[in-house]
């Protein structure tokens, strides 16, 4: 019984250490994305532009420019991130949408969006009525009604 006793406690010190580790990361994770957040504020701008198209697709694919590739982590150049094709002006661009308003960008309307950078952070108004897409169902929500 006393073995037991012991592997119990060592167990419950390695979680506790763990658990501090994370918490203190957390912090630092969570102070470093809320200075980020100030700098994506304070160089951001409404541009009007018309929206030619959207995807999920990895980042080495998307056509961004070069130095934004060589940027990327490489454990995130496989991963999928929202890109939207818009004209602004007489250029074609490829910007990156944020993941909360990847879903309310239309497609083929003039918005005015909220940029920073290459990185699309709101979409403030939009010419004409807003139509939401329709939603896609899942495989098996066919199958409830």
């Known amino acids: 019984m006393n073995t037991f006793i012991t592997v119990l406690l060592i167990i419950a010190v390695v979680l ?4 501090i580790v994370l918490y203190f990361l957390g912090r630092k994770a ?12 304070a160089n951001s701008q409404t541009i009007s532009m018309l929206i030619i198209d959207k995807k999920r697709m990895p980042i080495k ?10 940027q990327t982590p490489w454990y995130l150049k496989r991963s999928k991130v929202p890109v939207v094709k818009a004209k ?7 910007l990156i949408a944020d993941y909360e308003i990847y879903d309310q960008i239309p497609v083929k309307k003039e ?6 950078g290459i990185y699309i952070t709101g979409v403030k108004g939009l010419r004409g009525n807003k139509e939401a ?6 495989f098996f929500s066919r199958f409830k009604k």
């Not at 969570?30 to 504020?41: H, S, V």
């Not at 918005?111 to 920073?116: D, E, L, Q, T």
């Not at 897409?133 to 899942?138: A, F, L, N, V």
Request: hydrophobic share 45%; net charge negative.
């Open 133 to 138: 897409e329709p939603e896609k169902k899942g």
């Open 30 to 41: 969570q102070k470093t994305r809320d200075e980020q957040a100030g700098a994506i504020a």
């Open 61 to 70: 694919d998307a056509g961004l420019p070069e130095i934004v590739i060589e």
């Open 88 to 94: 602004v002006g007489p250029k074609i661009m490829t």
């Open 16 to 19: 506790a250490v763990v658990l």
């Open 111 to 116: 918005v005015k969006a909220v940029v920073s």
